[in-house]
């Protein structure tokens, strides 16, 4: 019964999506729509056994209902294998999300043996070579053993050919190495390991993330020893070009710009956030102002002038406020107001860190946890408007201020690895227990 009202309860959520898109006369650019092919590969061999097959075919209709299938949004193949590859979905053969679904649900258990390494090369050859959209190429493959033949140059031809590939192993005979050997580096990333096929729901929701980092955030940040996915935003508005003053921050090797009021620095959001936002991200900023009016840090504008997402500085009440969409309501805000946000108002440098999830939003201030506050579920955001830095409200006079970073990083986990070692003063936990010892 629970799983019912959960299903009907995503069917509702997906109807008033598409009622607001009518309404609004404008398709939100989201996860749910951004283009892609994505191709599950999925173990049909023996030791599955036809009840945790239905379980596997569950677990894709839960993933697939969360995108917009069309020729102009995701595309979705299957192939399922055991000793040898059964195509069972072709990609494009489907104009909606009910008629996939349909599909999905009438595919029978093969059993057999385990050749994961013919199952990658035939989707290679038969669904993503058959492809003419040159867009965002996505393979997973599900297997719960050691596969009866090599896979490490089916794998590398994939990414040869600019296809990514995630690897979950299910029960205690997969092999790491043989899943590492086919999924994409770096391994935390593209590698995912369940108990039980029962477990494999629980990781429905980070899968969900990664496939939106790949189709939404195409760019990476270099960051320590690593690229992330994301959006530098300074440089997505031309910051560099327009600012003609660099500043050195004391004690630091970071540098930062100079922002004046003759400065606009504004640029259309289909040109910075083309697919829009995955469902959960991280902003980070390093500034520092004397304005003690309310301004918007950053902001992305609907084509009308209404706000989407912005971050507000409130310098009457020394708070900080969030806005993003809703479900429920078109936008919400929420209003950090606890005592550490009013560092932010004594003129020097600091670090905001939101991290923004499909449930809460938890802001961080000099890498320190300050406040969490619940969301809504949001919508996906209009591309045609204005995404902008240093605004006040309802206004397009700039703020004068400080900026040294400005980004989006597209996981999560990206929130407990980044440090505000650009802050002057600024000591990092590892730093401190290194000189203790």
């Known amino acids: 019964m629970a799983q019912n009202l959960k299903f009907l309860q995503t069917v509702l959520i997906l109807l008033l999506q598409d009622y607001i898109v009518a309404e609004d006369g404008e398709i939100r650019a989201s996860c749910r729509t951004a283009p892609a092919d994505l191709v599950f590969i999925l173990d049909g061999s023996y030791s599955v056994g036809p009840e945790n097959f239905e379980i596997i075919k569950r677990w ?17 193949g299957v192939v399922q294998y055991s000793d040898y590859p059964v195509l069972e979905i072709p990609l494009g053969t489907h104009d909606s999300t009910e008629n996939l679904i349909r599909e999905m649900e009438s595919i029978q258990y093969l059993g057999g043996n385990t050749r994961t390494g013919r199952a990658i090369q035939f989707a290679i050859d038969h669904l993503f070579a058959k492809s003419s959209r040159f867009l965002t190429k996505i393979a997973v493959v ?20 600019k296809i990514t590939l995630f690897a979950i192993g299910v029960g205690s005979e997969i092999e790491e190495d043989e899943l590492r050997a086919i999924a994409n580096k770096p391994s935390s990333t593209y590698v995912f390991y369940v108990e039980d096929y029962i477990a494999i729901s629980r990781i429905r929701e980070v899968i969900k993330q990664k496939f939106c980092e790949e189709s939404v955030c195409p760019t990476r940040i270099p960051v320590a020893a690593r690229d992330e996915k994301g959006f530098d935003i300074l440089l997505g508005l031309g910051v560099k070009k327009k600012v003609k003053k660099r500043i050195q921050i004391p004690s630091s090797n970071a540098k930062a710009y100079e922002i004046t009021s003759n400065l606009d620095l504004s640029e259309f959001t289909r040109n910075v956030f083309p697919e829009g936002l995955p469902p959960s991200y991280v902003f980070v900023s390093t500034q520092r102002f004397k304005v003690r ?141 290194s000189r203790i010892v």
Not at 142 to 161: F, M, W, Y
Not at 302 to 322: A, M, W, Y
């Open 142 to 161: 599900l297997t719960d053993g050691k596969s009866q033949d090599e896979v490490k140059d089916a794998a590398a031809e994939a990414r040869k050919n």
């Open 293 to 433: 009016k309310t301004w918007d840090l950053w902001r992305i504008l609907s084509l009308d002038g209404r706000p989407q997402i912005t971050v507000t500085v409130n310098g009457e009440d020394k708070t900080l406020s969030f806005t993003t969409t809703s479900l429920v309501n078109g936008t919400q805000v929420v209003t950090f107001t606890a005592p550490r946000v009013k560092t932010l108002f004594d003129e020097g440098w600091h670090q905001i860190r939101l991290l923004v999830t499909e449930a809460h939003v938890t802001l961080y201030i000099d890498d320190q946890e300050t406040e969490m506050k619940p969301l809504h579920p949001v919508l996906g955001i209009y591309i045609s408007g204005l995404t902008q830095i240093g605004k006040y409200p309802g206004k397009e006079e700039t703020v004068q201020f400080d900026v040294q970073k400005l980004r989006i990083y597209c996981d999560p986990e990206q929130n407990n690895r980044e440090t505000a070692c650009e802050i002057p003063g600024f000591v990092s936990m590892i730093d401190e227990l």
């Open 60 to 76: 894709l209709v839960n993933i697939s209902s969360n995108f917009d299938i069309g020729p102009k949004f995701i595309q979705v």
